[in-house]
């Protein structure tokens, strides 16, 4: 039995890919809260509770998530890339990168962008393009 997110980055599930390595992969949160708004994850590793995660693997997932933010920063006008760990809905680890230009940015209450498939395309090819340039 794999996850959702084990299924989108083995690609069974489509996604929104803005990077990846043979052990994590980022990818567009579907009901984004700004625009740029990534979800990074371990690929093998389905512990719901990120401290569960072995500290290996841990420090891997953030020196990726980090790698990521650079990007996302680059790609997206914004203050600064903000993170958050909730795992409320999906019981498989991972990290929230969000673009912030304010603090209300980072309010997962507040009502989900609705974005064109174009829009979302448009702005994973940018995240993936300033990934690349990384390597
Ligand atoms: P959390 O578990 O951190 O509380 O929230 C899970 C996040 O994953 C939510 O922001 C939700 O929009 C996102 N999400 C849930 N299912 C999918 C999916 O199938 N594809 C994508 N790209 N994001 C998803």
């Not at 390595?21 to 371990?42: K, W």
């Not at 903000?82 to 991972?94: C, R, S």
């Amino acid at each position: 039995m794999s996850t959702i997110f084990t299924k989108i980055a083995s690609g069974e599930i489509p996604s929104y890919k803005v990077a990846e390595t043979e052990d994590f992969y980022a990818f567009l949160d579907i009901n984004p809260i700004v625009r740029g708004h990534v979800l990074v994850i371990p690929r093998k590793i389905e512990k719901d509770y990120i401290f569960d995660i072995d500290d290996a693997a841990y420090s891997g997932l953030w020196a990726f998530a980090k790698k990521v933010a650079e990007a996302v920063k680059k790609a997206i006008p914004c203050k600064r890339v903000g993170v958050a760990v909730l795992g409320m809905e999906v019981p498989h680890a991972h990290i929230h990168l969000v673009p912030l230009n304010s603090e209300a940015d980072l309010d997962f209450r507040k009502p989900k962008l609705e974005l064109s498939k174009e829009e979302f395309t448009r702005i994973a090819e940018s995240i993936l393009t300033e990934y690349g340039k990384l390597q």
